[in-house]
């Protein structure tokens, strides 16, 4: 195959799949899918799951008009899967913008590519608002309840409880956190992403992941995209008393707030919005202060925890804060 040419002449090394992928190599399950909205479906989640165990990566190939939701973006983001945009005879990374080349057994970034592909580059369809990402993690005993957090969290920022869950999109169970709690129980969903989609006023979808720990508990991770339109307002400083009052009701051991423009709609177009930035960061427990971070108690005991200030989504400096109060943090006894 050409560096940078059609999918259209697979490798001899490639073959059509019986699980669903359109080209299998050693190295790569690659999916071609032409949906305007390219979704995290039963499909790819079967893909992902089937190919995974063998070494291989699912590679998502749509074109340059497609959008993906945030399950799948998360899934890409997190290095799961990839996905490959098809531009103007070449490919790129949807979510980076690095060319890439197919070099007979996977998508590869191009070694001589000195820019973003071109587009990239181009503007996105509508004006970007912001969204807001809040990353928690708690550890839960073993006759703890799941999904609690998550359910606060869009019934205080959305006016309303989740509306479904499900391990791929649609969701299509109706939402009652303790409906969770059977599953996890009995492992049925570890190391599957469950996702949840709210049902209020504004966007809201979360990715939860759980795992079994030694004393027979569980953790609990979720990962909450709330989507802002233009000139809408973000709770910015309303969160550090939204996140103690949660972990008085929650066993929370972190939350790390960020901004990012984006959809409102929570879909993601392969073109360049700007970059995340952290707003701040939750830890269970009291901390000391760090130079140049602000921090603070919130919550109240038993479940006190440290809010550390990282800026206000605008400044260059969050992720400067962050890598440091990380190395601060280690280093706290």
């Not at 050409?2 to 001899?12: F, H, Q, S």
């Not at 531009?87 to 197919?102: K, Q």
């Not at 550890?139 to 869009?154: E, I, K, N, Q, Y």
Request: aromatic residues 6%; charged residues 20%; contains cysteine.
């Amino acid at each position: 195959m050409e560096r940078a040419g059609p999918l259209n002449a697979p490798p001899e090394s490639a073959h059509a799949s019986a699980g669903g992928a359109d080209l299998l190599t050693e190295r790569a399950a690659v999916v071609l899918t032409d949906r305007p909205i390219v979704a995290f479906g039963p499909g790819l989640v079967e893909a992902q799951r089937e190919y995974g165990t063998s070494g291989r990566k699912l590679q998502v190939v749509t074109p340059s008009g497609s959008r993906v939701t945030a399950p799948l973006c998360q899934q890409v983001a997190a290095g799961r899967a990839d996905w490959v945009v098809r531009a103007d005879g070449g490919y790129y990374a949807g979510l980076t913008g690095r060319p890439l080349y197919w070099d007979g057994q996977a998508f590869t970034p191009s070694p001589d590519a000195q820019d973003y592909a071109p587009g990239f580059r181009l503007p996105p369809a509508e004006t970007p608002g912001i969204l807001l990402t809040l990353i928690l993690r708690a550890r839960h005993t073993a006759d703890g309840s799941a999904g609690g957090p998550v359910t606060d969290l869009m019934r205080i920022l959305t006016a309303a409880d989740p509306a479904g869950w499900g391990t791929f999109e649609p969701a299509s169970r109706t939402w009652a956190a303790a409906s969770l709690d059977p599953a996890v129980r009995e492992d049925a969903l570890a190391g599957a992403p469950v996702v949840v989609v709210g049902g209020g006023m504004r966007t809201a979808i979360a990715v939860m992941e759980f795992s079994r720990t030694e004393d027979g508990g569980f953790t609990e991770q979720a990962t909450i995209d709330f989507g802002y339109r233009p000139g809408e307002p973000l709770p910015l400083e309303d969160l550090p008393s939204l996140v103690g009052d949660l972990g008085g009701r929650h066993p929370i051991t972190s939350l790390l707030a960020q901004v990012r423009p984006g959809r409102a709609d929570l879909t993601v177009e392969p073109r360049w919005t700007g970059t995340p930035s952290p707003i701040g960061l939750a830890i269970t427990g009291t901390h000391p202060a760090l130079d140049g971070i602000r921090s603070g108690r919130v919550g109240s005991p038993p479940t006190p925890m440290t809010w550390f200030n990282l800026g206000d989504g605008r400044s260059p400096d969050g992720w400067h804060h962050y890598q440091r109060l990380l190395e601060h943090l280690k280093s706290d006894p």
